[in-house]
């Protein structure tokens, strides 16, 4: 059983291992700011999540109770990352993108980050 | 039952608290479960006027079945993103904007969804039209942006919909 266990907890380790990797991997190797930004929110929830889960196993196989404060950083993890994801790919679209290079955005026109009212004093101000 | 109202104005948010602070505790005890539960009831009371129109939950079966909808989603999207990122050379990828019409109306709903949409297969969801009418969305490998709008629109929208409203 204990032999079990370890085996199960080492290869929850290893897969998060490998996710981890590739989440920084793809961080180097895409090309594009708003393609990098797949790798980390994407590979990093499992790589997270696999030291999470064999955490949980540990505590149940190896020190025999039960410990559940892992879910929390998982609930903690899902809240967090696509919120700061969405604050960079918002600062992309504000300083890289204009409204003729995103799709149509329909009935409202314009996209939010593009929605500014039009500042006279702000042309002269240094960037 | 208006009494239990009043101390309760918020059931689900007082059982959610008393639930965190257990796991926070990491301890299961009369003593944290009181206190916890003690935590339940004050926070609701405390912080309800920052929501005036809180949505209810129509549809709890559903909130399972999205929940483990979108777990299997982001274990899957985990290996479709690595696949991308160690074999795909990156002249081959065609990266793309789409545009979600929206369906959804409340806040909550939108947010849930914009969320799922970050955290599942090869999508991140960058912006919302001026008027909260369209979401923007960025997919990392795509040739058909059509089924990608489609595919959210019937896997997720149509669940929150039936969750939120």
């Known amino acids: 059983m204990a032999f079990a266990g370890e085996l199960l907890i080492s290869f929850f380790l290893i897969v998060s291992g490998i996710f981890g990797f590739v989440g920084s991997f793809g961080l180097l190797k895409l090309s594009d700011p708003m393609s990098r930004m797949h790798a980390p929110t994407k590979a990093t929830t499992l790589g997270v999540g696999g030291v999470l889960i064999a955490s949980i196993l540990h505590s149940i196989f190896i020190e025999q109770h039960l410990s559940l404060h892992e879910l929390l950083i998982t609930l903690f993890l899902f809240i967090t990352a696509p919120v700061s994801a969405h604050f960079i790919a918002k600062w992309h679209i504000h300083r890289h993108e204009t409204p003729e290079s995103l799709p149509d955005a329909g009935d409202d026109g314009v996209w939010a980050t593009h929605d500014i009212e039009e500042d006279e004093d702000a042309a002269d101000m240094p960037r | ?165």
């Open chain 2, 1 to 165: 039952m208006r009494l239990l109202r009043r101390i309760f104005p918020h059931p689900f948010l007082t059982l959610l608290l008393t639930l965190v602070w257990q796991l926070l505790v990491n301890d299961l005890s009369l003593n944290s479960l009181l206190f916890g539960f003690f935590l339940g009831i004050v926070i609701p009371v405390v912080t309800m006027p920052y929501w005036p129109n809180r949505p209810k939950l129509q549809n709890i079966p559903m909130v399972i079945e999205y929940i483990l909808v979108v777990l299997y989603d982001i274990v899957v999207a985990n290996i479709a993103v690595a696949r991308i990122v160690l074999f795909k050379p990156d002249a081959a990828r065609t990266p793309a904007w789409v545009r979600i019409p929206l369906e959804l109306r409340s806040p909550e709903a939108i947010a849930v969804l914009a969320g799922t949409i970050t955290m599942t297969p090869g999508t991140l969801s960058a912006d919302l039209s001026a008027k909260g009418h369209s979401l923007l969305v960025h997919c990392l490998d795509t040739d058909d942006p059509e089924a990608v709008r489609d595919e959210i629109k019937q896997r997720y929208e149509r669940r929150l919909k039936e969750i939120f409203e």
